[in-house]
């Protein structure tokens, strides 16, 4: 059986009437992919000390971004690894969100060489990646990590935050308007 491609994920979604979209991100969860990649650059990710978002894109394409989140610590090969230059991840698709595809458990390679696997670290810290188009839940980790989500981490996405947010804004066009009248 073929490997399919995250390209051929992204197509086959975009196939489907819109509402219908949904249903047809979730029917690819639990695959298993190993996946050619180029790299592209890594940053800091803004509000997890010690973690790394590695961009990458399928070797034979421009599209789909392939996010990777890793321990700065676990793949040391990154700080020397040039622009375009080729590896491999291993793991298994979460969740499809939109245009994001999230892998768990991922290992990255640098070699063709599957013995040079570098499985994801067993801690308490988690690895994630993510084919992206948008924005989704950030799920990691190994069958020996604890799961952690966006919603622990985006704050900012709280509902309790969200109001006083509002409110904060609400009270700012009021004295607007107040001033306004004077």
Do not use: C
């Not at 695959?31 to 800091?44: G, N, P, Q």
């Not at 013995?115 to 950030?138: C, I, L, R």
């Amino acid at each position: 059986m073929k490997m399919i491609q995250p390209r051929e994920i992204l197509d086959e979604i975009k196939k489907r009437p819109p509402l219908q979209r949904v249903d047809a991100e979730k029917s690819y969860r639990g695959i298993k992919v190993s996946w050619k990649l180029k790299f592209k650059t890594a940053r800091e990710v803004f509000g997890e000390q010690g973690k790394w978002e590695i961009v990458s894109e399928p070797e034979d394409n421009i599209y789909p971004d392939i996010f990777i989140k890793v321990d700065k610590g676990s793949y040391p090969e990154f700080n020397i690894l040039h622009e375009n230059s080729i590896f491999w991840v291993d793991g298994e698709i979460s969740k499809v969100d939109g245009f994001v595809i999230h892998l768990i458990s991922p290992g990255i390679r640098f070699s063709e060489n599957k013995k040079e696997s570098k499985p994801a670290p067993a801690s308490n810290t988690f690895v994630n990646s993510q084919v992206h188009f948008g924005h989704g839940d950030n799920i990691g980790g190994d069958k020996n990590v604890t799961k952690i989500t966006t919603k622990q981490n985006k704050w900012w996405e709280k509902s309790w935050v969200q109001i006083i947010i509002f409110l904060a804004a609400l009270v700012a066009i009021i004295e607007f308007l107040i001033l306004l009248k004077k």
